[in-house]
């Protein structure tokens, strides 16, 4: 559904098989960065600490007091943080594993000892070359137990740079994402927030032109409409209705005092006839869950604002 939304926005999406979204980003970036491009990756995943540099700046989003706060890292921010060069981030996912990306690491080494190790030995290579002089004797006994796992653990936490992508940078290019196919996403999906960022030029594309549409505004305009749809026995009945979704939307006149159209309205079955039904009516209802609608009348389309019965 993401990249539904996505092609629908008009974002590029590159896909490759054989490579993790990290090689793909990884690939991307360097090559933007080998162009003197300035680049920004956005991700929750630290491994791409890595890749930081001066003009690859890695940004992570993460929830703070109830709201979302982006860590920002070029090269030096890396350092600032945990005390090592952003290419050190492998090795030290390699001593302390990963659980969320299935880096099993050295068991019993966290990410201080796995810092305090770097600090004193660049690489887990350069560690184990001088394995009687890593200290504490704890964590040494621990990478001695352990040099295959250590080994597989920074293969694993290694970020390919050089994916064969038949993918450009032209290609990134982005244009307008808030489409009209766009907005009919946002709007299935109830992202309320995000109407706003639509032209109501967009907006008009996609919602109904209520011009064209039958509209019933008092409960005997709705008894006999109901009643004379029901005669002609359609395959669907319809009855016009709105819902939340739209208010904010631009769609319709508005005013400082107008209250939310939500609310509950139904069509009650008896064995004579079907009538509108209001909320405190007994009687088998049928609620609506969507809208639009056109019937035949006679081979002519007559169209309805409407919303679907379900029981």
Excluded at 79 to 97: A, S
Excluded at 102 to 112: R, T
């Amino acid at each position: 559904m993401i990249q539904d939304v996505l092609r629908a926005m008009h974002v590029p999406l590159v896909m490759q098989k054989g490579y993790e979204a990290d090689d793909l980003l990884g690939t991307l970036a360097r090559r933007a960065e080998s162009k003197n491009m300035d680049v920004s990756l956005v991700s929750g995943d630290r491994d791409l600490l890595q890749l930081a540099s001066d003009r690859i700046m890695i940004r992570i989003p993460k929830t703070k007091r109830g709201g979302t706060e982006i860590e920002n890292y070029h090269t030096q921010d890396v350092i600032d943080k945990y005390g090592l060069k952003p290419e050190q981030i492998i090795d030290m996912k390699g001593l302390m594993g990963d659980t969320s990306d299935n880096i099993p690491g050295v068991p019993g080494i966290g990410e201080k000892t796995a810092v305090k190790i770097l600090t004193a030995f660049p690489t887990v290579e350069a560690a184990y070359e001088h394995l009687e002089e890593v200290e504490p004797k704890r964590a040494r006994e621990l990478l001695r137990a352990n040099p295959e796992l250590a080994k597989l653990s920074k293969q694993l936490a290694t970020i390919k740079t050089d994916c064969e992508i038949d993918v450009t940078l032209e290609d990134a290019k982005l244009e307008n994402l808030f489409t009209s196919e766009a907005f009919e996403w946002i709007k299935r999906l109830e992202l309320k927030s995000l109407f706003s960022r639509f032209d109501s030029e967009t907006v008009q594309s996609v919602v109904p032109d209520f011009e064209q549409f039958t509209q019933w505004t008092t409960k005997k305009e709705w008894n006999a409409a109901v009643d004379h749809v029901c005669n002609l026995a359609p395959e669907a009945v319809g009855v016009a209705f709105l819902g939340d979704p739209w208010i904010g939307a631009g769609v319709g006149p508005q005013t400082s005092e107008q209250k939310k159209g939500g609310g509950q309205m139904s069509l009650v079955f008896t064995e004579d006839s079907v009538e509108l039904g209001m909320e405190q009516e007994d009687g088998e209802e049928y609620g609506f869950i969507g809208f639009s609608l056109s019937y035949y009348e006679e081979k002519i389309v007559i169209p309805v604002i409407f919303s679907f019965l379900k029981k």
